[in-house]
């Protein structure tokens, strides 16, 4: 079951993830850059994130792998940049890693076995950001709240 949701703030799919968790009063939090550095500017302070030592995506997206139990990566068209990292380091730490093709979803049932499968209480939600994938946020948090919702 899980307890937190995490992410690095960025605009796209980890906002989504910060934002269903909100609303459904999930636990949320993470690492982002110094400054609290997002390409629309500063993340909001509503997002209780924690801000690594350096300016830069890659260290926030490693802490954040290291600091769950699991991955979930809400993608659309082609993995690259950022979100292939995320999947690049998790697959490095041994960490459980799966991804969504936003435009097929994923069933409510494969995706609670996956959680239970690989005992996950901290997830990681990562994607692209939404001026790489314009959209992604309204399709990742239509996903999340779908997998989120009770039986």
Do not use: H
Request: glycine letters at 12%; a neutral charge.
């Amino acid at each position: 079951m899980v307890e937190k949701i995490i992410s690095g703030g960025q605009t796209g799919a980890d906002r989504a993830g910060l934002d269903v968790g909100l609303a459904l009063n999930i636990p949320v939090g993470g690492w982002c850059p110094q400054g609290r550095r997002a390409e629309d500017g500063p993340i909001p302070s509503r997002y209780p994130l924690v801000e690594t030592p350096e300016r830069n995506y890659q260290t926030r997206t490693r802490r954040n792998v290291e600091a769950s139990d699991g991955t979930l990566i809400l993608n659309r068209g082609q993995l690259d940049g950022g979100t292939a990292l995320t999947v690049k380091l998790a697959r490095q730490m041994g960490k459980p890693c799966l991804i969504v093709a936003l435009e097929e979803g994923i069933e409510q049932e494969a995706f609670q076995a996956w959680l239970d499968a690989n005992q996950i209480a901290v997830l990681n939600v990562a994607g692209p950001r939404e001026s790489k994938r314009p959209g992604v946020y309204d399709a990742a948090c239509r996903c999340l709240a779908s997998l989120f919702r009770s039986p």
